[in-house]
């Protein structure tokens, strides 16, 4: 089965502070260019780009830097275009 709609983005939101050194993609191969962008906490649109990272085995994305969430923040991941 084909779906009709694919979010082309990871929402990823936290009820408490957090600090993210690493986060799951899944279905993302290994390789993939990935923009992260924080999550605007008022009705979640895309706002500044804060880290860029390359997937690797898994799916799992190791940044370089700890992305640090607020409790009611988050993060988008959005993979670049191409093959899954």
């Known amino acids: 089965?084909?779906?009709l709609y694919r979010d082309r983005h990871f929402t990823?939101?936290?009820a408490?502070?957090?600090i993210v050194p690493r986060f799951h993609l899944e279905?993302?191969?290994t390789g993939r260019r990935v923009s992260v962008f924080k999550l605007g906490p008022a009705c979640?649109?895309?706002l500044d780009l804060i880290a860029t990272a390359t997937v690797g085995g898994g799916g799992w994305v190791d940044l370089t830097e700890p992305i640090?969430?607020?409790a009611g923040g988050g993060?988008?991941?959005v993979p670049e275009e191409g093959n899954s």
């Open 44 to 46: 979640g649109e895309r």
């Open 75 to 77: 993060f988008v991941a």
């Open 27 to 29: 279905g993302v191969g």
């Open 12 to 14: 990823f939101r936290f």
């Open 16 to 18: 408490d502070d957090r």
């Open 68 to 70: 640090i969430v607020r």
């Open 1 to 3: 089965m084909v779906p």
